[in-house]
């Protein structure tokens, strides 16, 4: 032992040369040829690791073991099987056995041996077919239940891997399978069962003519031990019928029901009459198994029965009905599994007495169960209105239990309407009515189910071009839950698309009835809620000037007709200009079609402010913002019109937030302050409005700068009188500048402007404090009214991009205290000319502020209108600390409304507007 151990350390060694691993593979197989009995199996398994560690010598090794085999084998014993396992290590390979050698180790009297045989055979250790076949048939019938289950799985093992011409041969494996079926050892039967399954299988298939006969033989056979005390044979039992291709429709019916049935004498063979006591209620009893893993089982195998009868899966449809309802979630899940299943395969028919329990399933607890019910719905065919109406009712509840699950719900209304749109034109008008009632304010808006309405609504045409009695107010309101719904109908359209195919729905109303009052100057305002899209451009990006649809807005201002050639704002266009514009993507114009569709509805919604019904327009205002929020560009175009959208909703939501205060006129502290954070925000977004972006013709600047009147206008109902004066200065300027634009463009002014121009034109010298301190300005409030918006793509988003590198909490930047301290920065800036003023603003938590001057013409134009540079930025004023927090950030001077500067000494000579948010740059003290 002591020698054998220094062989180990030898052979595991690295450093070995391959001349001592020779030697000690010699002196090794020296040993077991001439001492075959002093340590046989620590020599094998050295043998075996100097092959592992020294992969050259396996060859002369295999060799060398293959010449003591009459040695080592004869007579057969343990040492035999470690010599066998030996020779299967080192070649990598099923070692071959002569017919003389693997008879004697199956007939030695050693049961380790043996079942050691039995249990590599065909696997690990080859034979004559002829041989070993007979001999595993001969080993079932072993006095050990071991080797008896280790016989039937080499069957097992040797039925699925090889190719039988010799019917004889697999009757007499399956005849072995048969017998052991009613052995006493649980662990043969499930073995037993296993080679019934498979060979009788293979027994059907060796003729079409008697197919069917072994088919029920099997069928049958495996029904009868579905009573067995053993749970996973009742399991193995139920997995094979789940294999079987062909079984009679009289034993599968029977299979159903516990007493023996009475069939047709013409259709009834004798076989039936003999196997049917055997079959008799099978299934019902795997249902009615205690052991969960058993009617799981009974799921799986009538997935596959259920298609070899429509009766029968008629007659199945009972017992699924009834595991539905199984106190497991993993027996619940299977059953609905195998109904999908019969649903894809057109055997699934829900009547209305099982449609009423299957819809409770919807409000199960488990999500998984809860989303294959709805595959099933998804599919099924529903064959009455009634039924219908149940089924979208029982969806429609499952929404509002669990609206965690809402795509998946919307998904399912989707398929529901494509594949019934008669039933959908039947309550097209009730759903309608109730979409309208609850977009109008007349009762409860639940934007979930008015959501799933539109998606029912929406999706019955799809299949259908017509839309039969479907209202197109329905697509109209469908675009405003664009991001809400595209998730339903992702299998046949993106979301594009489908934005595109709401906005040809919506354009087929009758055009909305226009009115307008010349004398008052008023904008028209529109009857129908939904409005005709069309601008510069259709939704498939094709401007047809003489189509009637195609149509440009009318001229809010003298109420006539834009001519032909003349796009909105009142700008002259070449034809050729307008096709160069329609060649840019579809997805483009459709979003920016989605965009306009969305702030035209802005004035439908005043009258509801104005009479104090501020909750739902401020619910419909979140609404259109997530929308906006949510949508997805491919070009900067659509991108700046999306942000200059959102930030225009942002103010007329503030808008709306204010009136609302000024009209409870409630002195409640809080509520004053309140009041003065949103009137702040409010002069904030209107500068951000107007400094932010570029681009505008003078129709959309007039629209902005009315609107900024309107925020002034509101703050001067609230403000001090210290604070009268500046922000009627502040007014005044706005004013002047939107007086020159009606002088330039000839334009009637709305009432709200010419009243405030009235007052601005009698009162001196911008109004002393004492006369504008009895000034009302609330009755002004009431002739304002947002315009019919439209953006065009010359809109263009000024921002900034600031990145400090290489700092944070945990890397900041060195200081040294009293000196100065340089600021890596990153800089980017979009759409800004060469003639603004950017500046970069630094401060600190005492207030103080330090502002640098950015030098546009050292930005390196990287395209278009996009400037990057990199600047190392000096800080002077850095305090007595070990570390500090500054904020940086990039402000764009506003010149729009220059009342007064802000500051006189080397820095931004108006108010600046920020153009990115603010950067926390940390710095620590030099040690």
């Known amino acids: 032992m002591q020698t054998l151990t220094s062989m180990m350390n030898e052979i595991r060694n690295p450093s070995t040369p391959k001349s001592t691993a020779s030697s000690i593979l010699k002196s090794l197989t020296h040993s077991l040829r001439h001492a075959p009995g002093s340590h046989p199996s620590q020599i094998l398994k050295l043998i075996s690791d100097l092959c592992f560690y020294h992969p ?65 055979s065909g696997y690990r250790v080859m034979v004559r077919p002829e041989l070993l076949y007979p001999l595993l048939m001969g080993m079932t019938k072993e006095p050990y239940p071991c080797v008896r289950e280790e016989s039937l799985e080499a069957l097992v093992r040797l039925g699925e891997s090889a190719v039988f011409e010799d019917m004889s041969l697999v009757k007499g494996c399956y005849g072995c399978g048969v017998q052991l079926l009613s052995d006493n050892e649980d662990c043969v039967r499930i073995s037993a069962v296993r080679v019934v399954a498979l060979w009788g299988l293979m027994l059907a298939s060796f003729n079409a003519d008697m197919e069917a006969y072994w088919s029920n033989e099997v069928f049958a056979m495996l029904c009868s031990v579905v009573r067995d005390m053993n749970m996973k044979v009742r399991i193995e039992v139920f997995n094979g019928l789940g294999k079987l291709k062909i079984v009679s429709k009289e034993l ?107 819809l409770d399933v919807l409000e199960d607890n488990s999500s998984k169960v809860r989303y294959t019910a709805r595959k099933i719905v998804r599919l099924v065919k529903l064959r009455d209105h009634l039924l219908f109406k149940s089924t979208i009712d029982g969806l429609l509840k499952n929404l509002d239990s669990y609206p965690q699950d809402e795509a998946d719900i919307f998904s399912v209304l989707s398929h529901i309407g494509r594949n019934h749109k008669q039933f959908v034109d039947l309550i097209a008008n009730e759903i309608a009515d109730e979409v309208k009632a609850s977009f109008e304010g007349n009762r409860e808006f639940n934007s979930a189910r008015m959501a799933a309405l539109l998606v029912l609504s929406i999706s019955a045409p799809f299949l259908n071009a017509d839309v039969g009695p479907i209202p197109p107010v329905m697509f109209s309101f469908a675009v405003t839950f664009l991001s809400r719904i595209h998730c339903a109908f992702s299998d046949v359209m993106d979301r594009e698309t489908l934005l595109e195919y709401l906005i040809q729905k919506s354009s087929s109303m009758v055009q909305p009835e226009i009115n307008i009052n010349e004398g008052e100057g008023q904008y028209p305002l529109v009857k129908d809620d939904v409005q005709n899209v069309a601008s510069s451009e259709t939704v498939h990006s094709e401007i047809n000037i003489n189509n009637v649809e195609g149509q440009l807005p009318l001229s809010k201002y003298n109420g006539k007709n834009v001519a032909d050639n003349e796009m909105v704002g009142s700008e002259m266009k070449d034809p050729n200009e307008v096709g160069r514009q329609n060649k840019r993507p579809v997805h483009d114009s459709v979003v ?94 209107a500068k951000e409005l107007m400094s932010h972006f570029v681009g505008f013709s003078e129709e959309e600047e007039f629209y902005i700068l009315e609107l900024i009147l309107l925020t002034y206008t509101l703050r001067l109902c609230r403000a001090e009188i210290c604070s009268r004066d500046f922000i009627f200065k502040r007014m005044t300027i706005i004013y002047l500048r939107i007086e020159s634009l009606l002088k330039l463009r000839s334009d009637v002014a709305s009432a709200f402007v010419v009243e405030l121009g009235t007052l601005i034109r009698e009162s001196s010298t911008f109004i002393g404090g004492a006369s504008c301190s009895s000034l009302t300005f609330d009755k002004y409030l009431k ?53 603004c003023r950017v500046w970069l603003r630094m401060c600190i938590n005492d207030g103080f502020t330090q502002h640098v001057y950015l030098n546009l013409e050292s930005f390196v134009v990287v395209s278009g209108e996009v400037r990057k540079t990199s600047y190392s930025l000096p800080y002077y004023r850095t305090p007595e600390v070990d570390s500090f927090k500054l904020k940086v950030c990039i ?10 500067p802000v500051q006189e000494h080397g820095g931004p000579k108006c108010e600046l507007v920020l153009l990115c948010k603010e950067k926390i740059v940390y710095l620590s003290k030099v040690l």
């Open 783 to 835: 002739l304002f009214s947002p315009k019919r918006f439209m953006i065009r793509e010359a809109i263009r988003h000024r921002r900034a991009e600031l990145s400090i590198p290489n700092n944070g909490p945990d890397y900041p930047l060195p200081f040294a205290p009293g000196l100065t301290a340089a600021i890596p920065c990153d800089i980017t800036l979009h759409n800004i000319s060469s003639n």
């Open 56 to 120: 050259s010598l396996a060859q002369l090794a295999l060799d060398s073991l293959q010449s003591l085999a009459p040695q080592l084998t004869d007579p057969p014993s343990q040492l035999t099987i470690e010599y066998l396992d030996t020779l299967v290590y080192i070649s990598g390979r099923p070692v071959e056995l002569d017919d003389i050698l693997f008879t004697s180790i199956c007939l030695s009297p050693s049961f380790p041996v043996r079942l050691w045989m039995v249990r590599n």
């Open 592 to 685: 920016l079609t989605y965009i306009n569709y969305i702030l035209m509805k802005l004035p439908n919604i005043w009258p509801k402010v104005q009479s104090c019904s501020a909750d739902e327009v401020l619910c419909s205002l979140r609404h259109w913002k997530k929308e906006l929020s949510s949508l997805t560009f491919d070009s900067s175009a659509p991108a700046d019109a999306a942000a200059f959208a959102l930030l225009y909703l942002q103010i007329i939501k503030l808008v709306v937030e204010v009136w609302d205060h000024l009209v409870q006129n409630t002195e409640v502290v809080s509520r004053s302050v309140e009041l003065e954070h949103k009137l702040e925000n409010l002069d904030r977004k």
């Open 252 to 358: 599968l019916m029977q299979s159903l029901s516990k007493r023996v049935l009475v069939f047709d004498q013409k259709s009834t063979t004798e076989q039936f009459v003999l196997l049917a006591s055997n079959v008799a209620g099978a299934l019902v009893h795997g249902v009615e198994d205690e052991f969960f893993e058993v009617r799981k089982s009974v799921c799986q195998s009538l997935r596959s029965l259920t298609i070899l009868s429509v009766e029968f899966a008629h007659g199945a449809l009972n017992l699924l009905m009834d595991i539905i309802n199984d106190y497991k979630v993993d027996v619940r899940l299977e059953a609905l599994e195998t109904m999908h299943h019969m649903a894809i395969n057109h055997c699934l028919e829900l009547q209305e007495n099982y449609m009423h329990k299957f």
């Open 891 to 900: 402000g764009l001077e506003s010149l729009f409304e220059n009342v007064s």
